[in-house]
């Protein structure tokens, strides 16, 4: 089972990048095209959403079935802190920043105001998300390579 959601988190990870990319890209061709709020960038909003909530629910299985919750209390070890700590808060945050964006963007009505809306909540949440993934160049992520499990 572990090596499942492992694999499943790590595929997962590409997938919620490419979505936010997309959306991204859409809402910043939305604002400077000045083109209206259209039923794909919503389509692409609510896979980012989709997505990031199911990494979020399998990131947490994977964190109370790895124990990093029982570790918190070793943080002079920077992969058990990164793993037990640093990740978890900062997926939140992103996960949060991606879900105040989508539901921001429907109770505005101007198309320009929620492709605004999109683009600055969704940056900050990839920039969160790139700076917090165990990349195989960092050393939380070393040895790991690209799709970790596989």
Do not use: C
Request: hydrophobic share 50%; glycine share 6%.
């Amino acid at each position: 089972m572990y090596t499942g959601l492992t694999h499943a988190h790590s595929l997962l990870r590409w997938l919620a990048l490419i979505a936010i990319l997309i959306a991204l890209v859409n809402a910043f061709t939305g604002i400077s095209n000045k083109r209206a709020f259209s039923a794909n960038d919503n389509r692409w909003s609510l896979l980012t959403l989709i997505f990031f909530h199911l990494q979020l629910v399998i990131g947490l299985v994977l964190y109370f079935t790895q124990g990093w919750h029982t570790q918190i209390g070793e943080m002079s070890d920077k992969v058990v802190r990164f793993y037990s700590l640093e990740h978890l808060v900062a997926m939140l945050v992103a996960i949060a920043l991606v879900t105040i964006g989508r539901i921001s963007s429907k109770k505005v009505k101007e198309d320009r105001k929620k492709h605004k809306r999109h683009l600055v909540y969704f940056f900050i949440s990839f920039v969160i998300v790139l700076i917090n993934v165990p990349w195989p160049f960092r050393e939380v992520g070393a040895g790991k390579g690209w799709f970790p499990g596989m």
